[in-house]
C-alpha cells in the first residue's frame, strides 16, 4: 500500500498539523507551531497489519484482553474509510471524518453490524475528537468498550502530574487489579503504572508535556481514565470499566479535547 494514499494531513497553517494513518485511524503526529505532542515508539512498525505503537490507538469493541480477537479489540489494526477529506471550516479550523463499519473481518470475531465516526477537528491549539458509535440492527443489542489511547510526548514522566483523580477508586494492574482509592490531589508518576481509575471528572491538567507545557484533557462520555508509565506518559480517556450497552437502532456518542495550554 503507498504511504500516500494510508495517511491523510489535517494542515491548520502555522506549521500546526495533525496526521492520521488510516491503518486503525490512528493519530500518528500532532504538531502546534512545529511541536510534536505525541509519543510514537521507535520501535512502531507500519506494516498494515499490527498495532501502531504510540500516536493515538483507537480501542474498540473490547479493552485488554479478548477471548474472541486480537488484544484491545479490531478497531486499531484494521483500515478506515476517509469519510470526509480534510476541509477548512469558516473558523480557519480543519475538520476531517472517518468510518469504520462492520465487515467479514469484523464480523468472524464480533458478529455484530456497527457503524463508527471519528471526526477530528484542529483548533490552533487544540486536537477536538468526537466518536460516534451506532447499532444499526432491527433486533441485535451489543455491549462494547471504547477508549483512544493517547500517548503524550514528554521529557521527564517523573516531573508530569495529573490533576482530576483525587478521591477516585482505581484498579491497580501492577498489583494483580487490586482496588484502591488516590488520596493525592495531585498524581505524580514515579514509578512504573498501569492503572484505570473510574468514574472521573470531565478534566484533567496534565504538567510538563513537550518543552514543560500543559496539557487540558476534557472529555464526555469517558467515565474512565487510564494511566500508564514507561518513558512517555498515556492519559487515556475511555468507557471500560463497565461496558457500554446499545440498543438496536441507537447511538452512542463521546469526545475528547486535547489542549495545550
Known amino acids: 500500500m503507498a504511504a500516500a494514499t494510508s ?10 498539523t495533525c496526521t492520521v494513518n488510516l491503518h486503525g485511524s490512528t493519530v500518528v503526529s500532532w504538531r502546534v507551531n512545529n511541536q510534536e505532542q505525541l509519543f510514537v515508539s521507535k520501535q512502531a512498525i507500519f506494516d498494515g497489519k499490527r498495532a501502531i505503537r504510540g500516536g493515538i490507538p483507537f480501542v474498540f469493541p473490547q479493552f485488554g484482553p479478548w477471548s474472541y480477537g486480537p488484544q484491545h479489540g479490531f478497531a486499531r489494526i484494521v483500515r478506515w474509510n476517509l469519510e470526509k477529506a480534510p476541509e477548512r471550516l469558516a473558523s480557519g479550523d480543519v475538520e476531517a471524518v472517518f468510518s469504520l463499519m462492520d ?29 460516534g458509535v451506532y447499532n444499526p440492527s432491527e433486533n441485535q443489542t451489543f455491549s462494547f468498550n471504547l477508549l483512544l489511547h493517547t500517548y503524550f510526548k514528554v521529557p521527564d514522566v517523573r516531573r508530569c502530574q495529573i490533576t482530576g483523580l483525587y ?25 512504573f503504572t498501569d492503572r484505570i481509575y473510574h468514574n472521573t471528572p470531565q478534566e484533567h491538567i ?29 492519559v487515556e480517556s475511555g468507557h ?3 461496558p457500554m450497552i446499545l440498543l438496536p437502532g441507537t447511538a452512542f456518542e463521546a469526545s475528547q479535547i486535547l489542549q495545550v495550554m
Open 7 to 16: 495517511v491523510v494531513v489535517l494542515d491548520r497553517g502555522n506549521n500546526t
Open 103 to 131: 465487515n467479514d473481518y469484523t464480523r468472524s470475531m464480533w458478529n455484530h453490524p456497527f457503524r463508527l465516526t471519528y471526526r477530528l477537528i484542529l483548533r490552533e491549539k487544540e486536537l477536538h475528537f468526537n466518536i
Open 167 to 191: 478521591g477516585c477508586t482505581y484498579i491497580d494492574k501492577t498489583r494483580d487489579n487490586a482496588v484502591f482509592r488516590e488520596v493525592r490531589d495531585v498524581v505524580v508518576i514515579s514509578e
Open 206 to 234: 496534565i504538567t510538563n508535556v513537550v518543552s514543560g507545557r500543559k496539557m487540558r484533557i476534557q472529555k464526555y462520555n469517558f467515565p474512565d481514565t487510564d494511566d500508564e508509565y514507561p518513558n512517555m506518559i498515556c
Open 240 to 242: 471500560v470499566s463497565s
